[in-house]
């Protein structure tokens, strides 16, 4: 599932004397530390995370074949030998690593590498199924330990937060040193996983710094060592500069974060527009002032998948029809569990030569339920080419509106509902498309999948 959270800032007043130290904590190969918690055989070994979903019985055969005798059932997963753990070598598919232990990467293996691919470059890795239940208990975890010590914190996904450490007890003592490794402790005591923290005078800096003494590491950064400690990196490294804009930079023979700060501020702003152009030039002189956000809600929720092979519209009809259908449903649990209804339904599609186009619409209710969001997201469909091969289908649900339990719908802007308010979006979004159904007969969603 995937979560966008608009920007809502808490301007935090500075007291006299105290500097701004903001700081990036991410954790360190999040997802295979978390799996090495549950596998320490494992540890220091080549280990990759991606493919298949983890069911619990997974390794029951290839343990039963290795010792028929032996009642295997309640081996704790510690205690699975390391021959039952399959390797790269044997993957056949289209999976994408999500994260590799630092042992793999020495290999040059990362995340979103096509499995296959990583399994040329180190075909002895262990791989192991995706869990994002645990990931996501564990994200919980270390947070909470955050909030505990520093308050002030902004999340950023499953395993990065910004803090700000400027009024924070301990937060100036060594440019934050002190209160980062402190944070660091409490999150090893609480979890055994480690963490890498930057601390700076901005967001946009602690991010960089972050990276810098990876992993397990603490970096301290102040305005005075961005040229010695930022100017060397690539553009690449900046969040917020992309792979298309340092093709773009590239091209006008900017590479390294100096040289992009060194560039005329007017040529940047000619080339890449007045608001980015002005960022960019920003950005590589370390200056940003955006707040550490403390609160936020999602935007959207969406939910996509990746077929094992390409399917086509015509031939693949039916399967494409079922997969459409699941992904509304998982979208609308989404929806159910965290308490929102979306008013824009949304599909994307990547093709087989790899361009992704998405369409929506935005409804005048908001709406919740699988079967409409399908109706709707179906509707989408006619707007798009299905003659290409289709490699990737996704279903995204934006414009949310909080349900709030005792009062309906409430706005993220905290406008009120109510829960009849709520009967009356269902009941009004229904009508809508049986009088769209009977206008078309019917004949969309035989045409379409
Ligand atoms: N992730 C993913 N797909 C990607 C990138 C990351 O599924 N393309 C997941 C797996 C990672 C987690 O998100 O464990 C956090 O991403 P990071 O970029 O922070 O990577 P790691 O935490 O794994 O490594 P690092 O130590 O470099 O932070
Ligand atoms: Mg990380």
Same mark, same amino acid.
């Given at each position: 599932?995937?979560?966008?959270?608009?920007?809502?800032?808490?301007?935090?007043?500075?007291?006299?004397?105290?500097?701004?130290?903001?700081?990036?904590?991410?954790?360190?190969?999040?997802?295979?530390?978390?799996?090495?918690?549950? $596998?320490?055989?494992?540890?220091?070994?080549?280990?990759?995370?991606?493919?298949?979903?983890?069911?619990?019985?997974?390794? #029951?055969?290839?343990?039963?074949?290795?010792?028929?005798?032996?009642?295997?059932?309640?081996?704790?997963?510690?205690?699975?030998?390391?021959?039952?753990?399959?390797?790269?070598?044997?993957?056949?598919?289209?999976?994408?690593?999500?994260? &590799?232990?630092? &042992?793999?990467?020495?290999?040059?293996?990362?995340?979103?590498?096509?499995?296959?691919?990583?399994?040329?470059?180190?075909?002895?890795?262990?791989?192991?199924?995706?869990?994002?239940? @645990? $990931?996501?208990?564990?994200?919980?975890?270390?947070?909470?330990?955050?909030?505990?010590?520093?308050?002030?914190?902004?999340?950023?996904?499953?395993?990065?937060?910004?803090?700000?450490?400027?009024?924070?007890?301990?937060?100036?003592?060594?440019?934050?040193?002190?209160?980062?490794?402190?944070?660091?402790?409490? %999150?090893?005591?609480?979890?055994?996983?480690?963490? !890498?923290?930057?601390?700076?005078?901005?967001?946009?800096?602690?991010?960089? &710094?972050?990276?810098?003494?990876?992993?397990?590491?603490?970096? %301290?950064?102040?305005?005075?060592?961005?040229?010695?400690?930022?100017?060397?990196?690539?553009?690449?490294?900046?969040?917020?500069?992309?792979?298309?804009?340092?093709?773009?930079?590239?091209?006008?023979?900017?590479?390294?974060?100096?040289?992009?700060?060194?560039?005329?501020? *007017?040529?940047?702003?000619?080339?890449?527009?007045?608001?980015?152009?002005?960022?960019?030039?920003?950005?590589?002189?370390?200056?940003?002032?955006?707040?550490?956000?403390?609160?936020?809600e999602p935007v959207s929720l969406?939910?996509?998948?990746?077929?094992?092979?390409?399917?086509? &519209?015509?031939?693949?009809?039916?399967?494409?029809?079922?997969?459409?259908?699941?992904?509304?449903?998982?979208?609308?649990?989404?929806? #159910?569990?965290?308490?929102y209804?979306g008013?824009?339904?949304?599909?994307?599609?990547?093709?087989?030569?790899?361009?992704?186009?998405?369409?929506?619409?935005?409804?005048?209710?908001? %709406?919740?339920?699988?079967?409409?969001?399908? *109706?709707?997201?179906?509707?989408?469909?006619?707007?798009?080419?299905?003659?290409?091969?289709?490699?990737?289908?996704?279903?995204?649900m934006g414009s949310l509106v909080?349900?709030? !339990?005792? +009062?309906?719908?409430?706005?993220s802007?905290?406008? @009120?509902?109510?829960?009849?308010?709520?009967?009356?979006?269902?009941?009004?979004?229904? @009508?809508?498309?049986?009088?769209?159904?009977?206008? +078309?007969?019917?004949?969309?969603? #035989?045409?379409?999948?």
């Amino acid at each position: 599932m995937l979560l966008d959270a608009p920007s809502v800032t808490q301007p935090i007043p500075e007291k006299p004397g105290s500097i701004r130290r903001i700081a990036h904590l991410d954790m360190d190969a999040f997802y295979a530390s978390v799996e090495l918690l549950r $596998y320490p055989q494992l540890k220091g070994l080549p280990v990759v995370i991606g493919g298949a979903r983890r069911r619990e019985d997974m390794y #029951q055969e290839r343990l039963m074949a290795l010792d028929p005798t032996r009642d295997w059932r309640n081996t704790p997963p510690s205690d699975i030998p390391l021959e039952i753990f399959p390797r790269l070598s044997t993957y056949v598919g289209r999976g994408v690593i999500t994260t &590799a232990t630092y &042992a793999a990467r020495q290999f040059g293996i990362g995340s979103a590498m096509g499995l296959m691919k990583a399994s040329q470059l180190c075909p002895d890795a262990v791989l192991l199924p995706v869990d994002f239940d @645990e $990931y996501r208990k564990y994200s919980r975890l270390f947070k909470e330990v955050i909030m505990e010590i520093a308050p002030v914190m902004e999340d950023r996904g499953v395993d990065e937060v910004y803090i700000d450490f400027t009024e924070t007890a301990g937060g100036q003592r060594q440019g934050g040193r002190v209160l980062a490794r402190l944070i660091q402790k409490c %999150i090893f005591d609480a979890t055994q996983l480690t963490c !890498s923290i930057g601390v700076a005078p901005n967001k946009l800096l602690a991010k960089m &710094a972050s990276e810098i003494n990876k992993p397990n590491g603490i970096c %301290i950064l102040y305005e005075k060592d961005i040229q010695t400690q930022i100017w060397p990196l690539p553009c690449r490294k900046i969040n917020g500069i992309g792979p298309k804009t340092d093709e773009r930079l590239k091209a006008l023979g900017i590479n390294l974060i100096g040289e992009l700060a060194n560039y005329d501020p *007017q040529l940047l702003i000619a080339y890449f527009g007045q608001n980015y152009g002005r960022w960019l030039n920003r950005a590589a002189h370390g200056l940003d002032d955006a707040q550490v956000v403390t609160y936020s809600e999602p935007v959207s929720l969406s939910r996509e998948t990746t077929f094992e092979r390409d399917l086509s &519209a015509r031939h693949d009809k039916e399967r494409l029809g079922e997969v459409f259908t699941k992904l509304c449903v998982q979208v609308a649990s989404d929806l #159910q569990r965290k308490g929102y209804l979306g008013k824009t339904v949304g599909i994307k599609l990547k093709y087989d030569n790899f361009k992704t186009v998405t369409r929506d619409q935005t409804l005048d209710m908001a %709406i919740g339920d699988a079967k409409l969001i399908r *109706q709707y997201a179906g509707q989408l469909l006619k707007r798009v080419d299905l003659n290409k091969r289709i490699r990737l289908l996704g279903v995204r649900m934006g414009s949310l509106v909080r349900v709030d !339990s005792s +009062n309906g719908p409430v706005g993220s802007d905290g406008s @009120e509902g109510s829960k009849g308010l709520l009967q009356g979006v269902k009941s009004s979004a229904i @009508e809508k498309i049986e009088s769209h159904n009977q206008s +078309n007969q019917g004949g969309m969603n #035989q045409e379409l999948f």
